[in-house]
């Protein structure tokens, strides 16, 4: 089954950056682990899910918002 290569976002490669080169408030330094965690999960999903052998979809990048809150 192909996949499309995941690339790191933008977004956690200037947390990456700015994490080596400056001090953080404990707020910014969870979200900087927060994004680093979801971006691994994201490749070991990508990781086990090429092994499914069967006919399948998988939807990447997609956002699902709640209808009712809007």
Do not use: H, W
């Amino acid at each position: 089954m192909p996949f499309k290569a995941r690339t790191v976002p933008g977004k956690l490669i200037m947390l990456r950056i700015l994490n080596k080169r400056m001090d953080q408030t404990v707020e910014e330094k969870k979200y900087y682990l927060y994004q680093e965690k979801g971006f691994e999960g994201e490749v070991q999903f990508d990781l086990l899910t090429e092994r499914i052998q069967s006919e399948c979809y998988f939807l990447i990048n997609l956002l699902l918002r709640d209808m009712l809150f809007l």
